[in-house]
Every structure is written in C-alpha cells, then in structure tokens.
C-alpha cells in the first residue's frame, strides 16, 4: 500500500468513527508531541493538555459529532503528509436542548512513526458566519 493510501485508510477511518461520536481513533493517532492551534485562544503543547481540553469540552455534552468534507491529501515521501478538509461539529447540551453547529477548516500534519501515522500538528478554525 502507498504512502498516500496509507494516510487516507488511516483519515477515514477516523472521520467515520467521529461521525459517529466515536474520537478513540482520533486520540490513538495524536503523536506525543503534538501541537493544536484550535478555535480557543490559545496553543496545545503536547497530547496530554490537547486531550485534557477535549474531555474537559466534550464532558459538558450529551453527544458530539464531527464531519468534514472535501479532503484533499497530500502525501510527502513516505514520511510526511497533510491533511485539509472542512468541517462540521454538532454538539447536543446534557439535559437535552438545540444542537450546536461549528463549521470550520481542519488541518492535520502526519508524520510516520514506525509503522504508523500520528498527527504532530493540528489546526482548526472556524469559517466566518454569514
């Protein structure tokens, strides 16, 4: 299998679980070492604290989902690859209540660390409201 398949079985993989409200995969594959840029104001240095803020987010929700559409890939070598793709979060309120929509633009850096690809970097921004 090619590099870049590699990188697209691993991505659906995890856009499917999330849109299903399953992130397991989406974990598994952040690197140790990663870094997020994401919609709060501030940078995540390292997995822990990246992941930290998520359930922290997350616990406050009955549900969440995340889809995305149009990915492009972009594979360097056999080591290095990137990601672009919009995106959708639904988040449904504990105790029920009206979904909260989020569309944005996601960019993901894998590099291959063995016989894996990990995320080493991270970016998500919100797209503008109409």
Known sequence: MSAEQEVR???EHIFSAAAKGDFIPFANALDEDLEVFDHVACRFDGRDSFLA???????????????????SYRVFGDAAAVVNAYDRIATVPKG?????VQC???????????????????HFSPLPKE
Do not use: C
């Not at 803020?53 to 995305?68: H, P």
């Not at 029920?96 to 909260?100: I, R």
């Open 96 to 100: 029920g209540g009206p979904a909260t």
């Open 53 to 71: 803020y998520l359930q922290s987010a997350m616990g406050r929700a009955e549900s969440t989902t995340f889809d995305v559409h149009q990915p």
């Open 9 to 11: 079985t691993t991505m």
């Open 104 to 122: 944005g633009r996601t960019t993901l850096v894998y590099v291959r660390r063995g016989a894996n690809w990990k995320i080493v970097s991270a």
